[in-house]
């Protein structure tokens, strides 16, 4: 019987190896599947390039096939791969893992004195106030203290929305504008922004104006200026703006949403939520995924299971 070998690329979004995946091989019904026997192989040591071989095909136009990868807390990645005879097939697509965010417990997280300047000023300068029972145990904090405070969810947002908003190319590096934060939850943070900032982004081709409807102001703020949302398919980054009554100082709900489903594999994801809130880990699937040769929208955590 003819066969022949798939070479394979597994990583996550990062680019790390796994070990433990699975890899389903399964001919697809009908006459493309003819001359193929299922076949289950497991790579057992960390690495991120695979190669399969004795995978039973016909000569000639060869066997299609469904293949399926696994491995825990991370979604499955299906795709339909031919397998030609005597050769070594090169997997039609990369496998690239979205993790299962219910899965994870934890994350690993930059230092504060490693986070980038910008993200360390606007923590430094916080001014922390309690909306809701949430926000009373980061009152009076500031900088490394506050950063440590933040439970992981937290943590995550503010790391995301910290690469997003700090990205040239997609957001026009508006975090500059950004002066302190506020209230730091795991959807988005509030924080005080520099007066010109609306203007800036009204002008900016990488913004468009977006409802405000589902964004609440601060108790003593009211919603101005309107609300502006990054252009990208996915991981747009949107800023509603918000003035101080009794001040007129300006702040902002600074969040990030995937907008709309994004292809992986087979299938077709969107945001999970928590709470009904945007979950923060994957939506760090969705910044890795929007820049996936540079990485540069990548927020700097790991996770833990």
Not at 61 to 77: C, E, L, Q
Not at 136 to 149: H, M, Q, S
Not at 271 to 282: C, H, K, S
């Amino acid at each position: 019987m003819a066969t022949g070998a798939l070479a394979l690329r597994i990583t996550d979004l990062t680019g790390e190896p796994f070990a433990g995946v699975t890899v389903d091989l399964e001919p697809v019904s009908g006459e493309p599947g003819s001359g193929g026997e299922p076949l289950t192989v497991t790579l057992a040591k960390k690495a991120s390039d695979l190669t399969i071989t004795g995978v039973t095909c016909r000569g000639g136009p060869g066997t299609m096939y469904k293949v399926v990868a696994r491995v825990d807390h991370f979604r499955p990645y299906a795709f339909f791969q031919s397998i030609k005879a005597d050769r070594t097939n090169t997997a039609s697509d990369d496998v690239e893992f979205w993790v299962k965010p219910g899965d994870v417990e934890d994350i690993s997280s930059p230092s504060f004195t490693t986070l980038p300047p910008l993200a360390r000023t606007i923590l430094g300068a916080a001014t922390m106030i309690q909306v809701k029972n949430e926000d009373k145990d980061l009152l009076g904090l500031t900088g490394e203290a506050l950063y440590g405070a933040l439970s992981p969810l937290r943590q995550a947002c503010f790391l995301n929305v910290a690469a997003k908003a700090s990205h040239d190319e997609t957001a026009g590096g508006c975090l500059a504008f950004v002066k302190s934060v506020m209230v730091c939850r795991q959807d988005r943070f509030f924080a005080r922004v520099d007066h010109s900032l609306p203007e800036r982004l009204r002008r900016s081709p990488l913004f468009k104006s977006a409802p405000e409807t589902l964004h609440e102001p601060l108790p003593g703020f009211e919603l101005v200026e309107g609300s502006f949302k990054t252009r990208d398919a996915h991981a747009n980054l949107q800023v509603t703006f918000m003035r101080e009554t009794a001040t007129a100082a300006l702040a902002a709900d600074i969040d990030i949403d995937e907008s709309s489903g994004i292809q992986h594999g087979m299938e077709v994801i969107r945001n999970a939520v928590v709470r009904n809130r945007t979950n923060p880990y994957l939506i760090r699937e969705f910044l890795l995924a929007a820049e996936p040769i540079t990485r540069a929208l990548d927020p700097q955590y790991q996770f833990r299971f």
